[in-house]
């Protein structure tokens, strides 16, 4: 079992009604055959339809047969739909259904929902439609939720929020065991993963998920606002790539096996439409507003991360060799497919803002030499392997946008030739970054905004050094980061008009304490082709 690698690292309730309302507590009677205790959710929302979800316990094994209600208000006085569903063990008994509600409501109301077998109900949930005509678009961004590395504050939060849908952009869940990454002060905090083991089989990402979807924030966040999720990684396993991963071994098993594992209990437990081929890459529009585009850079063609340890020799490291492997005008990390989708995405559509969603940084990174001014001896093994690296004027993380630079500039050249600027919504190093974002001849194509992460560990907590002098000189060896936190967990706020685009960057205070709430916010306001620091 390995440790996630040093280089991942760089780079609810309604205020206006009684929180009983939306009770995250399942109703469980010795008699009943049936429980709901995993929430609600919804997701996929679009002009006509969102994926409205639930997941059912049974007692016995059989096909359970389900009815959701829809209404328009939380008293469930007027209800404007009924659907029977029916679920057995083939989809892990979770309920999914496609609801239309363009047939039945406004998009500019909410709309609420529940499921019931016999007298048994579940939580309530609240959802509504992508908005064509609106005027202002509210949406959070998350990415890396750890659940034992720390308690799920950013969600609890987020569930406050008067935003329109939330995007995960990935690491919804992790597949190590207790022992592996994160899982510290799993048992200090009755945070244990379940299984103990890591994954591999379909059960094991079934229960993951489910412990994942048990939890009482995220049941808050959930029962709100419609998601709109991708996978990254550790919904399969660390540093996939479209053929294996780092933490995945000959011994462990057939990987094509393991990923479809994976796949198959995401679909199941997340309210997301099943495409073709198990694409998860599309779009979401908001009227002349906002072009959402969701890629997948981690399974659909990503090719195998380049290795500095390669390109080491007796007599030193061998750049020639790294440089021309690393710029290879072949290396895939979305694939040509993906490329065409974009292109047409972008030459189709007329909005103001043209979101790429995604997991991975696009900013050029290279990661300052600290060797003098930290403890080396303090440091983990993974970390002090890598130091050499930080002498070498290298890119740092080669399983982001910097270990496919050639395809990193045909999606630049891309929105250069449409002639839109590109705004970029990156995950996974759970650290908090805003970059200008320049093409191989120096020219700007846009910025771009990496989320912090929910709980996942950030790199104030493996390098231990003053916070200003770390990030101070990230920013001061990187021409494109214009600020970046290494400390702080949480989430991204994103509100949108013709005019601005605003991202806030919303802490929440310490994830190893109870306590939820906001400790500090971060604005910065993009307008009229310049960025503002607020």
Not at 65 to 86: T, Y
Not at 101 to 119: G, N, Q, T, V
Not at 336 to 341: A, D, T, Y
Not at 416 to 434: E, P, Q, R
Request: with cysteine; hydrophobic share 35%; aromatic share 14%.
């Amino acid at each position: 079992m390995r440790r996630r690698g040093f280089l991942k690292l760089i780079a609810l309730g309604f205020s206006f009604l009684p929180l009983r309302s939306f009770s995250s507590t399942p109703i469980l009677y010795e008699t009943n055959k049936y429980s709901f205790n995993h929430g609600v959710a919804s997701g996929d929302p679009n002009s006509s339809h969102v994926i409205l979800w639930t997941r059912v316990t049974p007692k016995v094994s059989g096909t359970v047969n389900v009815m959701l209600e829809i209404s328009k208000d939380i008293g469930f006085d007027e209800i404007i739909h009924r659907k029977k569903c029916s679920t057995n063990y083939d989809n892990d008994y979770c309920v999914k259904y496609d609801f239309h509600a363009a047939k039945y409501i406004s998009p500019r109301e909410h709309f609420y929902f529940r499921f019931i077998i016999d007298s048994i109900h579940s939580d309530i949930g609240r959802s509504k439609l992508l908005d064509q005509s609106a005027e202002k678009v509210n949406f959070s961004v998350f990415s890396c939720s750890n659940y034992p590395a720390g308690f799920f504050h950013a969600y609890e939060e987020c569930s406050k929020e008067d935003i329109d849908f939330w995007i995960h952009l990935g690491d919804y869940i992790y597949e190590y065991g207790q022992g592996g990454y994160g899982t510290e002060t799993a048992e200090r905090f009755n945070r244990v993963p379940e299984p103990k083991n890591e994954l591999f089989s379909l059960s094991d990402y079934r229960k993951r998920h489910a412990q994942y979807k048990s939890d009482k924030q995220s049941k808050l966040l959930h029962a709100m606002h419609p998601l709109v999720a991708v996978w990254d990684d550790h919904e399969v396993s660390n540093d996939t790539w479209k053929y294996g991963a780092e933490n995945h071994s000959l011994d462990e098993g057939n990987f094509v096996f393991r990923k479809a594992n994976a796949m198959k209990a995401y679909f199941e437990w997340m309210p997301i439409r099943l495409t073709h081929k198990n694409h998860i890459y599309r779009s979401f529009n908001v009227g002349t507003l906002l072009n959402l585009m969701i890629l997948d850079t981690r399974h659909t063609d990503r090719d195998k991360q380049i290795e500095f340890s390669k390109y080491f020799s007796k007599e030193g490291f061998e750049f020639d060799n790294f440089y021309s492997d690393l710029n290879h005008p072949a290396r895939k990390l979305i694939g040509n497919n993906q490329i065409e989708w974009l292109e047409s995405k972008l030459k189709m559509n007329s909005a103001k803002w043209n979101v790429v969603a995604q997991q991975v940084l696009m900013t050029k990174i290279k990661f300052p030499d600290l060797t003098n001014d930290i403890d080396i001896s303090s440091l983990p093994v993974e970390v002090k392997d890598y130091l050499p690296i930080t002498k070498l004027n290298l890119p740092s993380n080669l399983d982001a946008w910097d270990g496919y630079p050639a395809e990193r500039e045909r999606i630049f050249k891309l929105f250069k030739s449409n002639k839109k600027t590109l705004i970029s919504l990156a995950g996974d190093t759970h650290n908090s970054w805003v970059s200008k974002l320049h093409d191989l001849q120096g020219e700007g194509v846009g910025f771009e905004f990496g989320t912090p992460s929910v709980t996942s560990p950030g790199l104030l907590d493996i390098i231990k050094i003053d916070k200003n002098a770390l990030e101070d000189s990230i920013i001061s060896t990187n021409n494109e980061v214009r600020w970046m936190d290494a400390q702080s967990r949480g989430f991204l706020n994103i509100s949108i008009t013709k005019d601005e685009f605003v991202a806030s960057f919303k802490y929440v205070n310490s994830v190893h304490q109870p306590q939820s709430g906001i400790s500090s916010i971060r604005k910065f306001v993009y307008k009229n082709s310049n960025l503002f620091k607020d």
